[in-house]
């Protein structure tokens, strides 16, 4: 079993920026893909983005510019950096990754517990 665990969440003002971190227990290049969703109170879980083995990255519409992913594989680790946060960021985040597949349409067979991010003045 893969364990994926977030780190990194909080609270920022509009405008801000944060660094989510997920550090999987396997070799992260033993995941075809892994990234990151996010759902907002009220709202369906949503696509934020993800990476693949050759670090090539596929994002949710309109984040791409605004955040960005990247992967350490010595550590582990997947990054998400969020710039240029605004209330509608709002949302527990979590990491997600699986064996064979893409994330992008639908989310693969491991999750994060998740954290929490608030954009709020």
């Known amino acids: 079993q893969v364990q994926l665990v977030e780190s990194g969440g909080g609270l920022v003002r509009p405008g801000g920026s944060l660094r989510l971190s997920c550090t999987a227990s396997?070799?992260?290049?033993?995941?075809?893909?892994v990234g990151w969703y996010r759902q907002a109170p009220g709202k369906k879980r949503e696509f934020v983005a993800c990476?693949?083995?050759?670090?090539?990255?596929n994002y949710g519409s309109s984040l791409k510019g605004v955040f960005t992913i990247s992967k350490d594989d010595a550590k582990n680790t997947v990054d998400l950096q969020m710039d240029s946060l605004n209330v509608e960021d709002t949302a527990v985040y979590y990491c997600?990754?699986?064996?064979?597949?893409?994330?992008?349409?639908?989310?693969?067979?491991?999750w994060g517990q998740g954290t929490q991010v608030t954009v709020s003045s």
């Open positions: 990476i693949y083995g050759d670090g090539k990255a």
């Open positions: 396997v070799s992260i290049n033993s995941l075809y893909a």
């Open positions: 997600n990754a699986d064996p064979n597949y893409t994330i992008l349409v639908r989310p693969g067979d491991y």
